[in-house]
C-alpha cells in the first residue's frame, strides 16, 4: 500500500473551469453544481426509500426481499451516477465542465454532511443539555463525579493501557520467533494467529463466555475450560470467573488481546521482513548476538511502526463496546466508556450523559489519530 | 496466556551460531511457536467441537474429554439445523448479506467518483475540502449514534433562529466581498431577499422548520446501508484518492486527447487500475459491517425478521445464555463467512485491515 503523501501532486491538467467571467453565468453554473451535487444523493434516496416502503408492506419471502434489496442497492446508485452524466453531456460543454466536479464529489460531501459533519456539532449541544434545558457543563460535571461513571472510566484507561502493550508485546514476540522459522511454516503460524481478527466481537464474547462458563459446586461437571483445569485437574474450588471484581476487567481485556495480536503480529511482522540483511550482517559480523541484534538494529528500525501500531489498537480498544455488552452487560464492575454511552442513551434515555461521552471518547481520541496519522506518513515515506 | 510468550523470547539467546545451537535454538524456536499458537487455537477448537457434540454430552462433561474417549456416540449435526431454523439464524443469514453487501457497495461506489474527482478534476476548494475529508477520520461512530436516530424518528427540525442567523452571517459576508471588489451583487441580493423571507417567518411566530422529514426509516435496511456508507465514507475516499493520485498523469492526459471524457476516463481507466485497492478496502468494509453489532441494533432495531447475525447472536446470548449447543452453532455460523473470506483473499485482507484499522 502506497500512500503518497496528502495533496502531493496537481494532476497536469489545470485549467480552472469555474473561473467564468460573466457574473450571471457565474451564477447560474454554481446554482446548478449545488443542484447537481444534491440530485445524486437525493435521488438515489428517494429510489431506495420507494423501494422499502414497497418493501415493508409485502409479506414476500424473505429471500425475494433480500435480492431486491441488495440489487436495489448495488445497481441503483451506479444507475444515478450514470444518468446524471448523461444528463449533463446534454449542456453546453463549458457549462458542463464547470458542473462535473460537482457530480462526483458532490454526493460524498453531501453524505458526509448528514452522516458527520451536522451529527458531530449536534452531539456537542445534545452533551450540554438535559432534556430540552441548556445546562452547560452539568453533565460533563456529574459524569466526572459520580463514582459509579468513574469505574467506567478507570475500566477505559485500564484496557487503553494492558491490550495494547500485552497485544504488541505478543504480536511482536511471535514474529520475531516466526521470522526464524521455514518460510511455509511460518505463513501458516501466522494465519492461524491472524484468523481472530476475522471474527467478530460478539462471535469472540461467545466463543470466550463458554471458557469462562461456571457452575457452582454440586450442579454438575465444570464445562467451562477454565474452571476445568482450575477444579478438575487442580482440585480448587470452582470460581465464576467474570464475577470477581476487579479482576473480571483482565478476564474480558484479554478477548480482546486474543483478537488483537495478530494485527500487531502481521505489520509487525512485515517492517521486521523490511530490515535490511546488510544491517544485521554487520552487526552479527561484529560480534552482536541474536539478543543485541535485536534490541540494537531491529528494534530502532520498527519504532514507528511499533507506535503505528500501538495507536491504532488504542484507538479500537478505546471505542469497544460488543466485548462488554455480551459478557456482563456492564454490571459486576466491567462497564467502559463507550458501553456506558450506549447504556446511558438507549436504556436509561439520559440523552444528554450519553452525548457527553461520546464527546469524551471523540476527544480522547484526536491526540491519539493525530500521532498515528503523522507516524504512518513518515513510516511509509521512509519505504 | 502471555507468560510463555515472553519467557519464550528471552530463552532464545543463541550465541554466534554454531551448528549445534543453531539445530538447538530452531527446536526452541519451533516449540515456543507450536506453544503460542496451540494457545490461540484452543478456544476457537472447543466452539467447534461443542457445536457438533450432542446437548447431553455438552452439559455433562467437558468438551475436551472427547479426545479421551473418541469411540462415543455423541456428535450430531441437530444443533445447527436447530440454530438455523428454531433460532432464526437462516433467516439473519439473508439479512446480513442484505445489510453488508449494499453497504459495501455503496460507500466504494460514491468514494470512488469522489476520490477520482479529487485527484483528476481541478475546481475551486479542492484541496481544502479534501483535508476536511480526511479529518473526519477523527469522529467516532458514537459521536453520530444519537443525533442520525433522532434524524430517523422524528426528522430533521432547525430553529428559526438559527437559519435566520446563518443567513444574516452569509449575507454581511457577501456584502463584506462586494466592498472588498471580491464578489458581485448577486449573492448579496440572494442572501438578503432570504434574510429577510427568514426573518417574516420568524416574527410571525414560527419557531422551527424541516429541513428533513420524517420518513420513519429507522428499523429498515435503507437507515443501516445510508449510515455504514457515511461511516465508511472518509477513510474509502482517503485510500482511493491516495491511489487514483499515485496513477500516472500521462495515461489520463493522452486519454484525454483521444476524447475520452472524464466519465469514461473513470469506469475504463481509473477503475480497472484501482482494483487493488478496491478490493482491499472492499473487504475491509465487508467484514466490519459483516461483524458489526452496535449500528445494526441503533438502525436496525430489535424486529426479529430484520435481525441481523450478530444481533440474533447477541439476543440468544442473553436469553439462552446456557444452552451452548445453540450458541455454540450459532457462533461458528456467524463466522464462517468471514473467515472463508479471510483464508481465500488473504493478501487483500492483510492489507485491507492494515490501511482501514483506522476507521471509527
Redesign the interface.
Known amino acids: 500500500m502506497t500512500t503518497p503523501p496528502i495533496l502531493d501532486q496537481e494532476p497536469a491538467d489545470q485549467r480552472r473551469f469555474g473561473d467564468e467571467a460573466d457574473e450571471a453565468r457565474g451564477i447560474g453554473v454554481a446554482a446548478l453544481r449545488f443542484g447537481a451535487a444534491l440530485v445524486v444523493p437525493i435521488l438515489s434516496f428517494v429510489a431506495l426509500w420507494l423501494t422499502f416502503e414497497f418493501l415493508r408492506n409485502t409479506e414476500a419471502n424473505r429471500l425475494i426481499v433480500v435480492t431486491v434489496a441488495v440489487l436495489v442497492g448495488v445497481v441503483g446508485v451506479w444507475l444515478l451516477y450514470w444518468g446524471m452524466d448523461l444528463v449533463i453531456n446534454q449542456l453546453p460543454d463549458h457549462v458542463a465542465a464547470g458542473i462535473r466536479p460537482a457530480v462526483f464529489v458532490g454526493p460524498a460531501i453531501v453524505v458526509l454532511s448528514v452522516y458527520l459533519v451536522y451529527p458531530a456539532i449536534n452531539t456537542f449541544l445534545i452533551s450540554f443539555k438535559e432534556g430540552d434545558d441548556f445546562v452547560w457543563f452539568k453533565n460533563y460535571g456529574t459524569i466526572f463525579t459520580n463514582s459509579s461513571y468513574l469505574v467506567s472510566i478507570r475500566n477505559s484507561i485500564l484496557w487503553v493501557i494492558v491490550v495494547p502493550a500485552v497485544a504488541v508485546a505478543v504480536g511482536l514476540a511471535f514474529s520475531v520467533l516466526a521470522d526464524k522459522l521455514g518460510k511455509r511454516s511460518e505463513s501458516i503460524a501466522k494465519s492461524l494467529i491472524f484468523l481472530p481478527m476475522a471474527i467478530s466481537f460478539v462471535g469472540a464474547s461467545i466463543v470466550w463466555r463458554f471458557i469462562y462458563s461456571f457452575r457452582p459446586p454440586g450442579f454438575g461437571e465444570q464445562i467451562g475450560l477454565l474452571n476445568g483445569i482450575w477444579s478438575g485437574l487442580l482440585g480448587n474450588e470452582p470460581i465464576a470467573w467474570l464475577l470477581q471484581e476487579p479482576w473480571n476487567n483482565l478476564y474480558l481485556m484479554i478477548i480482546l488481546i486474543w483478537l488483537q495480536t495478530g494485527f500487531a503480529m502481521v505489520i509487525l511482522s512485515s517492517a521486521i521482513k523490511a530490515v535490511p540483511d546488510d544491517l544485521l550482517e554487520a552487526a552479527r559480523i561484529d560480534g552482536a548476538t541474536e539478543w543485541q541484534v535485536f534490541w540494537r538494529v531491529v528494534f530502532p528500525s520498527i519504532s514507528s511502526t511499533i507506535v503505528v501500531v500501538t495507536t491504532t489498537i488504542v484507538i479500537t480498544v478505546w471505542k469497544v463496546f460488543d466485548i462488554v455488552w455480551v459478557m456482563t452487560g456492564g454490571k459486576f464492575g466491567t462497564s467502559v466508556i463507550a458501553e456506558r454511552m450506549i447504556t446511558e442513551f438507549f436504556l436509561f434515555r439520559n440523552a444528554g450523559i450519553g452525548a457527553a461521552l461520546a464527546v469524551i471518547l471523540f476527544i480522547a481520541v484526536i491526540p491519539i489519530m493525530i500521532i498515528n496519522v503523522r507516524k504512518f506518513r513518515q513510516q511509509e515515506a521512509a519505504r | ?2 507468560a510463555p ?2 519467557q ?2 528471552e530463552t ?5 551460531p554454531g551448528l549445534l545451537a543453531r539445530i538447538f ?2 527446536w526452541q ?2 516449540l ?2 507450536t506453544i ?2 496451540v494457545l ?5 477448537l ?2 467447534l467441537v ?1 457445536s457438533f457434540r450432542a446437548t447431553q454430552a ?7 474429554t472427547v479426545f479421551t474417549n473418541i469411540g462415543n456416540n455423541e456428535w450430531t449435526l441437530s444443533n445447527y439445523t436447530d440454530v438455523l431454523s428454531r433460532a432464526g439464524f437462516g ?1 439473519s443469514f ?2 446480513s ?2 445489510v453488508t ?2 453497504s459495501t ?2 460507500p466504494i ?3 470512488a ?2 476520490a ?9 476548494g ?2 481544502l ?3 476536511l ?2 479529518a ?13 436516530l433522532r ?1 430517523y424518528t422524528s426528522g430533521g427540525h432547525l430553529a428559526v433562529w438559527m437559519l435566520f442567523g446563518v443567513f444574516l452571517a452569509a449575507t454581511i459576508a457577501a456584502a463584506v466581498f462586494l466592498m472588498r471588489g471580491k464578489g ?4 448579496l441580493v ?1 442572501f438578503g431577499v432570504i434574510t429577510v423571507a427568514v426573518g417574516i417567518v420568524w416574527l410571525s411566530g414560527t419557531e422551527s422548520v424541516t429541513i ?1 422529514p420524517d ?1 420513519n ?1 429507522n428499523g ?3 437507515a443501516v ?3 455504514h ?3 465508511g ?2 477513510l474509502a ?1 482517503y ?1 482511493l484518492r ?2 487514483m ?2 496513477l500516472p ?1 500521462s495515461i ?2 493522452s486519454a ?1 486527447i483521444d476524447g475520452a ?3 469514461k476516463i ?1 469506469t475504463r481507466l481509473a477503475i480497472p487500475l484501482s482494483v487493488p ?1 478496491l478490493a ?1 478496502f472492499a473487504i475491509f468494509q465487508f ?1 466490519w459491517v ?5 449500528v445494526a441494533i ?1 438502525f436496525l432495531g430489535g424486529e426479529p ?1 430484520n435481525r441481523v447475525i ?1 444481533q440474533a ?2 439476543e440468544l ?1 442473553s436469553s439462552r ?1 446456557n444452552e ?1 449447543q445453540l ?2 452453532a ?2 461458528f455460523i ?2 464462517m463467512l ?2 472463508a ?3 481465500a483473499l ?1 493478501r487483500f ?3 485491507g ?3 482501514g ?2 476507521k ?1
Open positions: 496466556m502471555t510468550t515472553e519464550m523470547a532464545y539467546v543463541p550465541e554466534q535454538s530452531r524456536v519451533k515456543a511457536v503460542i499458537v490461540w487455537l484452543i478456544p476457537t472447543g466452539l461443542t455438552i452439559n455433562t462433561s467437558g468438551w475436551w433467516n439473508l439479512n448479506l442484505a453487501i449494499p457497495v455503496i461506489t460514491i468514494a467518483f469522489a477520482y474527482g479529487f485527484a483528476w478534476m481541478s475546481f475551486r479542492r484541496n475540502m479534501f483535508v475529508v480526511v473526519l477520520l477523527v469522529v467516532p461512530l458514537q459521536m453520530a449514534l444519537i443525533p442520525i434524524l458581485g451583487v448577486i449573492p440572494v428533513f420518513l426509516l429498515t435496511f435503507l446501508w445510508l449510515a456508507t457515511g461511516f465514507l472518509p475516499i485510500l491516495n491511489y493520485g499515485s498523469s489520463v492526459e484525454e471524457d472524464h466519465f473513470f485497492v482491499s467484514l459483516w461483524n458489526d453489532l452496535l441503533i425478521q450478530t447472536l447477541m446470548n445464555g451452548w450458541l455454540t450459532g457462533a456467524s463466522m468471514p473467515v473470506v479471510f483464508f488473504q485482507f492483510v492489507r485491515l492494515t490501511a484499522s483506522v471509527g
